[in-house]
C-alpha cells in the first residue's frame, strides 16, 4: 500500500525504498499483491516480478480496457483481478486477499488502506521515512486516535529488516476470522485475546 500519485512519488528516496521492499519480497518467494496503480507500489512491483515473484494486481475497474484508459493504470502483473468496485472496495478486497500489509509513503488513500486494516486485525509493517504517513502512523494512533500500536504492527526504515519482522508477526498472531470474535468491535476488547489482555493490563 503506498502513494500512486502526489509529491511522494517525486520523491527517489521513496522509490528505491520502494524497489527495495518489492526485490525483498519477490526474492523471498512472496506473493505480491497491490492495487494495479503506478506510483510506488508499481516501482515495488516491477522489483518483486524481476525477483522471481508473482504478482497479482487488485484493479478497480471493471475491465482491462477501463483500468488502461479510465484509471490510466499499468498492466504489468501478472494476473489481474477485476473488481468493478472502484477504490475503496477495491481496497478490502486487496487488504482481505493479503497476510500482511506494507505501508510505503502514502496519503489519504493509504491511510484509508491502513485503518481497514488496524479495524481489522490484519499484520501491518511500516516502511518509515518514505515520505507521506509512514513516519506519522503512531502519532495517528496514539496521539489522535487514542488507541494502541497494535503488538502485529510493525515499524522499520529497513525494507529487509521490515519483512523480516513482519514475516515474524504473520507467524505469532493468525488471521482474524469474523467466525472467532476477534473482529467484532466490543466495548474492551478490539484485538483478541492478546487485546484483551492489554486492555486489563491496562486497568
Known amino acids: 500500500m503506498g502513494s500512486a500519485s502526489g509529491p511522494q512519488v517525486d520523491d527517489q528516496l521513496a522509490r528505491e525504498k520502494a524497489r527495495a521492499l518489492g526485490r525483498e519480497i519477490g526474492s523471498r518467494g512472496h506473493i505480491f499483491i ?4 503506478p506510483g510506488l507500489p508499481h516501482d515495488a512491483l516491477l522489483a518483486a516480478k524481476a525477483a522471481g515473484g508473482f504478482t497479482i494486481g487488485v484493479s478497480p475497474a471493471f ?3 477501463e483500468h488502461a484508459h479510465e484509471y490510466h493504470s499499468p498492466l504489468d502483473n501478472d494476473m489481474m483481478i477485476y473488481t ?3 477504490f475503496m472496495e477495491r481496497d478490502i478486497i486487496n487488504i482481505r486477499s493479503s497476510d500482511g500489509i506494507i505501508i510505503v509513503g502514502g496519503g489519504i488513500g493509504t491511510l484509508n488502506e491502513f485503518t ?3 479495524e481489522e486485525g490484519r499484520p501491518i509493517g511500516v516502511l518509515t521515512n518514505s515520505g507521506g504517513i509512514s513516519n506519522s502512523i503512531p502519532h495517528i494512533v496514539e496521539d489522535l486516535c487514542k488507541r494502541k500500536i497494535a503488538p502485529n504492527m510493525v515499524l522499520h526504515d529497513d ?3 521490515l519483512l523480516d519482522q513482519l514475516e515474524e508477526v504473520i ?6 476470522i469474523h467466525e472467532d470474535g476477534r473482529v ?5 476488547c478490539r484485538r483478541g485475546d492478546w ?3 492489554d486492555e486489563k493490563a491496562a486497568g
Open 159 to 161: 525494507p529487509a529488516v
Open 171 to 176: 507467524k505469532l498472531y493468525p488471521l482474524p
Open 195 to 197: 487485546w484483551c489482555q
Open 84 to 86: 468493478g468496485q472502484g
Open 63 to 65: 475491465s482491462e480496457h
Open 34 to 37: 497491490n492495487g494495479a496503480c
Open 184 to 188: 467484532i468491535d466490543k466495548k474492551f
Open 116 to 118: 481497514i486494516a488496524y
